[in-house]
């Protein structure tokens, strides 16, 4: 059973009670993230997440490792472009724990001096690698052609003389006025009594400052394109689109229409591009949604002299494929979305993710069932019109070990 009771101060506590567990996943889930900084210090909020694993609420980044691998936990973080997440998972008894190393990590942190010397050169570290990484850095290279000179369009791990500009202050004054109680949820799944939970949040987070952070810039799809590393060994293709944002009425047909084109191993692309003509290893299609509009986009990697004849049959697939999607084909994709959001529901972290995602983007708790009613409902004329609003708005591309390629 899903549990929702919002504190005094806005926050938002959630639990997914689930029979037969004797572990819990806990999360402080935050609708902060890149998009939400200034460019000049672009990769605050993924620092910013390092930094509280250095040393937090008296705790040492030594002794808070062993604080929770002591009970047999685990503790980490994630960053996105609209979310930033700390979530531990360990056993059902040693909750308590959990939510006091959290509520340490977001209120007392201590950003030492030295510390963050350190972790600015990890970070860099992390960066260098991600461009050592075609198949990661391409698609920071494509964000940044579909929204160029935004915040969405940044990488979440910032560029060197972003991070070099960060100081100690700067950290507070991100945590100071991103981390306000109306944009948090703290959500639990497993082994988990709602009101020991709710009495937890009030004991260790009822000092949190209320209210909720400023939106963050909107989006405008833009499009152009970026080049790479034209000496690379092998060329990368990437292309997008503007799509529709997480709840738009057509959000649910544009979904299946990207798997429809490239969601799986039965998908045009992969069929057409790897198995009848060898073309990619990997070729596939996506759809990424933001609070304010979204984003299609296409991948595939191949040798470079066969760069020009791949990115001319994937374009040829995905026009077609807004013309002649078939009710099978609808029928396939809706059937593996369906069956891949209850099997992700699962596990304790699927259920406490899912809680969390549908906090953020409606406000409310979501029977799983009623996303399966919405997918049911689209048809088939309604898949192919997304497909072809998305392709007639304008392109992004990147490129890495060819100069450019057709727009798919």
């Not at 620092?47 to 808070?64: D, T």
């Not at 529709?244 to 799986?264: E, K």
């Not at 959001?341 to 906090?359: H, K």
Request: charged share 25%; with cysteine.
């Amino acid at each position: 059973m899903m549990r929702l009771t919002i504190l005094d101060n806005g926050l938002k506590v959630a639990s997914r009670a689930m029979p037969g567990f004797e572990t819990v996943a806990v999360g402080l889930y935050a609708e902060i993230g890149s998009r939400h900084e200034p460019a000049r210090l672009n990769g605050i909020a993924h620092l910013f997440e390092h930094m509280v694993f250095k040393g937090a609420g008296g705790r040492s980044a030594r002794e808070l490792s062993e604080a929770i691998e002591d009970v047999g936990g685990d503790l980490n973080a994630c960053t996105e472009r609209e979310g930033t997440s700390f979530t531990a998972s360990l056993l059902a008894e040693h909750l308590p724990l959990g939510i006091e190393l959290i509520s340490d990590l977001i209120l007392r942190p201590h950003f030492d001096a030295k510390d963050l010397l350190r972790e600015k050169e990890v970070v860099v570290q992390e960066l260098g690698e991600a461009r050592d990484t075609p198949s990661d850095i391409i698609f920071d290279d494509l964000w940044m052609a579909a929204y160029p000179d935004q915040p969405l369009g940044r990488s979440v791990l910032g560029d060197e003389t972003s991070i070099a500009a960060i100081g100690a202050d700067d950290l507070h004054a991100w945590r100071d006025g991103h981390y306000r109680a109306g944009s948090l949820a703290l959500v639990a799944a497993g082994k988990v009594d709602h009101d020991a939970l709710v009495a937890l949040a009030e004991a260790r987070f009822g000092a949190l400052p209320a209210g909720t952070i400023a939106s963050a810039e909107p989006g405008r799809f833009v499009g152009g394109s970026r080049s790479g590393r034209p000496r690379a060994d092998q060329a990368h293709l990437a292309t997008a689109y503007p799509a529709p944002a997480l709840l738009d009425p057509d959000y649910h047909a544009a979904r299946l229409f990207a798997d429809l084109v490239g969601g799986g191993a039965s998908s045009r692309l992969f069929q057409a591009v790897r198995e009848d003509r060898g073309l990619a290893y990997s070729v596939w299609a996506s759809l990424l949604p933001y609070r304010d509009g979204g984003t299609f986009y296409l991948y595939a990697a191949t040798a470079r002299r066969e760069a020009a004849a791949a990115a001319d049959l994937i374009a040829e697939i995905v026009a077609d494929a807004a013309a002649t999607a078939t009710q099978r084909e609808l029928d396939r994709v809706r059937t593996q979305s369906r069956a891949g959001l209850l099997m992700s529901l699962e596990s304790a972290w699927g259920q406490a993710s899912y809680v969390a995602r549908q906090l953020a983007a409606r406000g409310r708790l979501v029977d799983p069932a009623e996303l399966v009613r919405e997918l049911e409902a689209v048809t088939l004329d309604q898949v192919r019109a997304a497909g072809s609003k998305m392709l007639a708005g304008p392109s992004a591309t990147a490129t890495i070990g060819v100069r450019a390629v057709r727009a798919a």
